[in-house]
């Protein structure tokens, strides 16, 4: 079926640095999505991303992150600074439309924040 | 707002037995589209099942589900379990006026020989 890709797969980073996490959305997707996951616990709903603008996003989305997918190359969730509780497991999604759309996930980027 | 619940966190069962996973829901649209995801350990969620047809049997790979509109109801099913179905099942609602889907909590089930 169609593939999302994350990159990296595992980040480990300092506190109050920047982290970048990288997208590569299915080719002919126009919807992109975050959730976040801690470990042992539900997928939450970060923020979702169409025609290079935030549509929603949650109250988990801080002022710390952001998004943007320049001239179609990765969609990227940033970071910055990051802080302890940001450590989860990033979920990255993409789909055709949001009517009886289906999402598809990558394999998630693990941030550990030390 | 919108939400999903699975009230089972855990289901631990024995290989053959039948595999029943409750998921709710709430939301004012009268046209709700829910999905069923499976997640197999450090793995992404995979669409098992999904469905916005009232009072229709949805399967695929030996699963089903059956929208109920009246009780606001999705559960998965299956007839027989698998050692490898273990795994963490997500039930989930999408939100059409926020291009959101929104997961529940999560079951986890737990398939033993």
């Known amino acids: 079926g169609p593939k999302v890709l994350q990159i990296p797969s595992h980040q480990i980073i300092d506190m109050g640095q920047m982290v970048t996490l990288n997208c590569d959305p299915v080719?002919?997707?126009?919807?992109f999505y975050w959730y976040k996951q801690i470990l042992g616990q539900q997928m939450e709903f970060l923020v979702n991303f169409y025609n290079g603008k935030v549509m929603e996003k949650s109250k988990l989305f801080k002022d710390q992150f952001s998004v943007e997918r320049p001239d179609g190359s990765y969609f990227t969730l940033k970071i910055q600074p990051t802080a302890l509780e940001d450590s989860a497991v990033y979920f990255c999604?993409?789909?055709?439309?949001?009517?009886?759309?289906?999402?598809?996930f990558g394999a998630g980027t693990r941030l550990s924040v030390l | 707002g919108d939400s999903v619940t699975q009230t089972e966190g855990l289901v631990t069962l024995t290989e053959g037995l039948p595999v029943m996973l409750n998921c709710t829901y709430q939301?004012?649209?009268?046209?709700?589209?829910l999905f069923w995801y499976v997640q197999h350990l450090n793995e992404s969620p995979r669409l098992l099942l999904k469905?916005?047809?009232?009072?229709k049997r949805t399967e695929h790979q030996g699963f089903h589900a059956t929208l109920h509109k009246s009780s606001s109801s999705f559960h998965l099913q299956k007839s027989s379990a698998q050692l490898s179905d273990s795994a963490l099942y997500y039930c989930a609602l999408m939100n059409y006026n926020q291009g959101k889907l929104i997961f529940g909590q999560g079951t986890k089930l737990s398939i033993k020989p």
């Open positions: 080719s002919n997707h126009l919807y």
């Open positions: 469905s916005f047809t009232d009072n």
């Open positions: 939301t004012i649209y009268s046209n709700p589209f």
């Open positions: 999604a993409s789909s055709r439309g949001t009517d009886q759309n289906t999402l598809y």
